[in-house]
């Protein structure tokens, strides 16, 4: 992260992060309304920016720094979103994506995810990640990782 732009990977408040994102046009449908698939994106982005502000960045992840004492390669791939659209955000509208980690597993990360314009809930994720190595086979969330994360949600 740079320290010019700390505000770009928005911010970690308790258990929760926040990461602003404004809706550009490139973000909807012909209509002005985001289309559903710019959802994941933004969420994309709010896990990305929640792991590098606990410590983890897919960079070092991929150079094997995470990897405990074997430090393979690894990367977090989802398993499973579930997603509830409630209402639509449009063109010029700033929403914020919250990310929280609702449980640690062996290999995976539950979390919880919520697009909000100040109060009002637009949309609502549960995603599950998993951690594999570069073959594609599940590993074991590092104590380096799981500790990172432990700071940032609960165990």
Request: net charge neutral.
């Amino acid at each position: 992260m740079s320290d010019a732009w700390p505000q770009l990977s928005g911010r970690l408040d308790g258990t929760r992060h926040i990461l602003p994102v404004r809706i550009y046009f490139e973000d909807t449908d012909f209509s002005g309304v985001v289309y559903h698939g710019s959802y994941v994106r933004f969420m994309e982005r709010g896990r990305t920016d929640f792991l590098r502000l606990a410590g983890i960045g897919h960079d070092a992840l991929d150079r094997g720094e995470h990897g405990g004492a074997a430090a393979e390669r690894l990367a977090f791939t989802v398993r499973r979103m579930k997603i509830e659209f409630l209402k639509p955000a449009r063109i010029d509208d700033v929403v914020e994506i919250e990310t929280t980690v609702r449980e640690l597993g062996g290999a995976r990360i539950e979390l919880s995810q919520t697009v909000r314009r100040g109060v009002e809930t637009l949309v609502t994720a549960e995603v599950t990640v998993a951690l594999i190595n570069d073959t594609g086979q599940p590993r074991r969330l590092p104590d380096r990782l799981r500790e990172g994360l432990t700071q940032a949600g609960p165990s």
